[in-house]
């Protein structure tokens, strides 16, 4: 069946600092690929998304690049700010016709 | 907009007792969904509705019901709750009926404890 394994957190860096969150999948077939974002007391929102090998995501200075060859799809951001505290989820659409998403990792970013 | 609101936002019950979660969302969305979100395990899919009328089990669907009332409303039911259903529920919507991936719409959740 599908499954992704995302690192675990939390995460910890200080304001600017470079972020990667690495994300892994298993799956039949070409999966779509999804980033996920949890802000503190409210339901997921979608990031950024990629629907076939070498594509790159990007939203909000995020990018992740669908690596086939490495089935990853890893989470990185040039200079993170305090509000991209939050909790981020990789997730994949493929056979089954639902998200599988991963564990998640927790992200905070002290000024 | 609200977008896609849930009821209550917490609740604690002891085994064996019964509720509904209550979902709705104002975009006019054709599909509907219900997870439940447990520590480092993610999202797990319980139940979707593709359309008013029809539901049809996700991952996780024992121990739950579902009624899709309207093209508005989804509820959840819990008939006796246990202490493994101690979780996180998110209700999510998406705007077609067909089993596509398209964005999600996610509500602010229900924090359940089960004693």
């Known amino acids: 069946g599908n499954s992704v394994t995302q690192m675990e957190g939390p995460v910890t860096l200080s304001e600017e600092a470079f972020l990667t969150i690495n994300c892994t999948y298993t799956a039949t077939g070409y999966p779509s690929l999804f980033w996920y974002v949890q802000y503190p007391g409210e339901g997921l929102q979608l990031l950024l998304k990629a629907t076939k090998a070498d594509d790159k995501g990007s939203n909000k200075g995020f990018e992740a690049t669908y690596r086939k060859e490495t089935t990853s799809f890893h989470l990185e951001k040039g200079s993170v700010q305090v509000s991209d505290s939050a909790v981020y989820f990789c997730?994949?659409?493929?056979?089954?016709?639902?998200?599988?998403f991963g564990g998640g990792t927790r992200l905070m970013v002290k000024p | 907009n609200a977008g896609v609101t849930q009821t209550p936002k917490f609740q604690v019950l002891k085994t064996g007792q019964s509720m509904t979660l209550q979902c709705a969302q104002d975009?006019?969305?054709?599909?509907m969904y219900w997870y439940r979100q447990d520590p480092g395990m993610g999202l797990r899919l319980i139940y979707y509705?593709?359309?008013?009328?029809?539901?049809d089990k996700g991952e996780v669907p024992n121990g739950y019901n579902v009624s899709r009332l309207n093209k508005r409303e989804f509820s959840l039911r819990l008939e006796s709750a246990a202490p493994s259903q101690t979780s996180v529920y998110f209700c999510?919507?998406?705007?077609?009926?067909?089993?596509?991936?398209?964005?999600?719409?996610f509500g602010p959740g229900t924090r359940l404890l089960v004693l």
């Open positions: 999510a919507s998406s705007e077609g009926g067909a089993p596509r991936w398209e964005t999600q719409y």
């Open positions: 997730a994949l659409w493929g056979a089954g016709n639902m998200l599988t």
């Open positions: 509705s593709a359309s008013e009328g029809t539901t």
């Open positions: 975009m006019n969305h054709n599909s």
